[in-house]
């Protein structure tokens, strides 16, 4: 509000994953439309939009002065859409995209906030052309210190040969190359680590493709450990129930490839499991994260068997965002990634 007032019309405020990020949305839009503004509230996955809309009547927004959509219908309602007196974008790292561009400029007049935990992009490009100014949360550090995020233990027992990781034009790993990274590998590794590590405990565990998100779900079965994969071409209905025994307990293992990464909020899930190389270090921190929400007594666990920390570093490791571009690949101002860890 202060930088609004100093004259930036587009703000982006970063902040670690489980950090609070719905609960200040919610409050800013209760606040302009206690005052009698509209709010537009964008987003690029309807199950997020879901999820703010929930915290909106938590906290007792007016939601006849707001306007909740996805990315997408937003763009193709322009000239329906009653004009709002503030925009908010979440998960505001995809902010670059030409459906996103095409609402920022239709309301080039109104003032827009942004909100992410992974100020990066894969190709280096900067967010000048979007953003004014950047406001950053806590560190992860501060979080845990004061009870925010869970405390972690971080084991990497890699199961797959990185030397034949190799990038495609998007910038991460071609699926090819991932294949030959995992050769026979067999699941059950990553099964024996969870019996070891965390036994009983909720998992979300990201693999690189579909096919191996659902023999990793067999091999769980097999060995007498409830699992269930789901993904994006899931019919709805079914991923609804899948998300609900896993919240209640009927299931252990949530497997999947991306669909469990952003916005997921289930705070009694205590572990990740990493079966999923990524050059992408927005990717790595969205996930590895998942299980670190605080509950008093919590200590979650990371489970990563393909060596992600070695490029992107532990949840920790602090990060100097800036709306400037990079090199492509590069953790512009970041640390030096972590050179050994707990096995």
């Not at 007196?85 to 920022?104: F, G, M, P, R, V």
């Not at 991306?258 to 705070?267: H, K, R």
């Amino acid at each position: 509000r202060n930088e609004f007032s100093n004259g930036n019309k587009a703000v982006l405020i970063v902040s670690p994953a489980g950090s609070g990020k719905s609960v200040i949305i919610s409050e800013l839009a209760r606040l302009t439309t206690m005052k009698g503004g509209r709010v537009l509230f964008f987003v690029h996955r309807k199950e997020l939009v879901d999820q703010i809309t929930s915290s909106f009547e938590k906290d007792g927004v007016d939601l006849t002065k707001c306007t909740l959509m996805t990315v997408g219908k937003v763009a193709h309602r322009l000239q329906t859409i009653p004009k709002p007196n503030l925009i908010i974008c979440d998960e505001a790292h995809h902010s670059l995209a030409k459906t996103y561009k095409k609402i920022y400029d239709y309301y080039s007049d109104v003032p827009r906030l942004g909100f992410t935990a992974t100020l990066w992009r894969m190709n280096g490009q900067g967010f000048q052309d979007v953003y004014s100014k950047v406001i950053e949360g806590p560190t992860v550090q501060w979080l845990i210190d004061h009870k925010r995020l869970a405390p972690y233990n971080y084991y990497s027992v890699d199961l797959i040969d990185t030397n034949v990781l190799k990038k495609a034009s998007t910038g991460d790993y071609t699926t090819e190359s991932m294949d030959e990274a995992f050769g026979k590998t067999i699941y059950g590794d990553a099964v024996k680590m969870y019996k070891e590590k965390v036994f009983g405990q909720k998992a979300i565990l990201y693999a690189y493709n579909v096919r191996s998100s659902k023999a990793i779900a067999n091999a769980f079965n097999k060995a007498g450990i409830p699992a269930e994969h789901a993904d994006s071409k899931t019919r709805k209905e079914e991923r609804e129930r899948i998300m609900n025994d896993f919240k209640n307990g009927k299931i252990k293992i949530l497997c999947g490839v991306d669909l469990y990464g952003e916005g997921i909020n289930i705070t009694d899930c205590s572990v990740a499991i990493m079966l999923r190389p990524t050059a992408s270090l927005s990717l790595d921190i969205q996930q590895m994260m998942r299980c670190m929400r605080y509950v008093p007594g919590k200590k979650a666990t990371i489970i990563d068997h393909v060596g992600n920390y070695l490029k992107h570093g532990l949840p920790t490791e602090p990060h100097n965002w800036t709306l400037e571009g990079s090199k492509k690949g590069s953790k512009k101002g970041s640390s030096e990634a972590v050179k050994s860890v707990t096995v």
